[in-house]
């Protein structure tokens, strides 16, 4: 009998990469497909899931008016940002633990980003409330089956919270410069996630 997986993800792409690049690494496995959790238990029907492979972020229904945040905004926003004359400026004459300095100084670059990134995502509907709203309803009506996330958008304060919600695993999502890219770099990807998701699976 085959392992069933169930998709949730809130995208056409994600399904069609899904369907035709990762679905055939594994003859062993049916993967499920749908956009919702309720529209999945339609499809499962009476069918016993083996695990759920969840999208993390998706459209925020709190959200009345998403809009794009101004590019002049923006600007605003990064021209305050640190630089790599932060980073690199009197390293060479810092008393200390100079490679540990080097890093901090390097990551709040990064966490400058990752706010502003964030707050771009909010101000369009776009948040870990589908992925996490998606796992309660797993965690309620299927216990014991595992739920990973696989997303391509996380930052470190959604891996807690799935983390927090229950979640058995996280997987990345290979992404390239378009579409076309992506889509080979998960063809590339898709027996090693295969193998991953088995190994979890009871």
């Not at 695990?51 to 794009?68: A, N, Q, S």
């Not at 540990?100 to 706010?115: G, H």
Request: charged share 30%; proline share 5%; with cysteine.
């Amino acid at each position: 009998m085959k392992q069933i997986i169930c998709f949730i993800d809130d995208s056409k792409f994600e399904h069609d990469l899904v369907r035709n690049e990762i679905a055939s690494c594994d003859p062993e496995m049916e993967f499920v497909q749908a956009y919702t959790f309720e529209e999945l238990t339609v499809i499962l029907g009476t069918k016993a899931p083996g695990l759920f492979l969840l999208d993390l972020w998706g459209k925020d229904e709190d959200v009345r008016e998403p809009y794009i945040t101004p590019r002049e905004e923006l600007e605003k926003k990064i021209a305050g940002f640190p630089t790599l004359d932060h980073v690199y400026g009197g390293l060479d004459d810092f008393e200390g633990d100079v490679i540990n300095e080097y890093l901090k100084r390097l990551f709040a670059m990064v966490d400058s980003w990752r706010s502003v990134f964030e707050l771009a995502c909010n101000r369009v509907g776009q948040n870990r409330k589908y992925g996490l709203y998606n796992l309660g309803k797993v965690r309620k009506h299927y216990p014991g089956v595992p739920a990973v996330f696989y997303t391509r958008k996380s930052l470190i304060s959604d891996a807690v919270d799935m983390f927090k919600a229950g979640a058995d695993g996280l997987y990345i999502k290979p992404t390239g410069s378009n579409d076309a890219e992506t889509r080979s770099l998960t063809r590339e990807y898709a027996p090693e996630l295969v193998n991953a998701l088995r190994e979890i699976m009871p």
